[in-house]
């Protein structure tokens, strides 16, 4: 089980659809779980293009032979800015990371940092560190987070 957060790649902003292969890749909304095709359900800016996802899952499932879950929560084209703990994209993520309790998921899948290009890299490290500490200080429990560029 993976909680993916952050902008674009995070959410369903891919120019095309995708669907798992293997019938081991589940999403979470937030209220039910359905087969991981695209669009993912659950992310804050409800988009309804592609994801990574399907294509992550079956490769993880191919690996591992175990179930994947995704629970993306997502918002394309945020800043960092956008998920400070005291915003409610930050809130977003933390009621689906609440929702699956503790140990209840492998990793945060962090993919974000376009609108930030501009920032400077120390300014952005801060940023994004107070993101997951306050996040795994508020679930009371210290989850790893993977974090992408491209």
């Keep these: 089980m993976f909680v993916g957060a952050g902008q674009s790649n995070s959410t369903n902003s891919g120019e095309f659809k995708t669907q798992q292969t293997s019938g081991m890749v589940s999403s979470f909304s937030g209220e039910a779980w359905q087969i991981a095709d695209d669009p993912q359900p659950g ?9 990574y996802y399907p294509a992550f899952g079956d490769a ?11 629970a993306a929560t997502g918002y394309g084209g945020t800043s960092v800015n956008a998920w400070d703990p005291d915003k409610g994209l930050f809130g977003h993520m933390l009621t689906r990371i609440g929702q699956l309790g503790e140990h209840g998921f492998r990793a945060v899948l962090w993919h974000q940092g376009e609108a930030d290009v501009g920032m400077p890299s120390d300014e952005y490290y801060d940023k994004l560190k107070r993101v997951i ?3 795994q200080q508020k679930a009371g429990w210290k989850f790893p987070w993977g974090v992408a560029q491209v």
Excluded at 60 to 70: D, E, N, Q, R, S
């Design 60 to 70: 993880l499932y191919a690996k591992y032979k175990v179930p994947i879950g995704i």
């Design 133 to 135: 500490e306050t996040s």
């Design 43 to 51: 992310v804050a800016d409800k988009s309804q293009g592609g994801s």
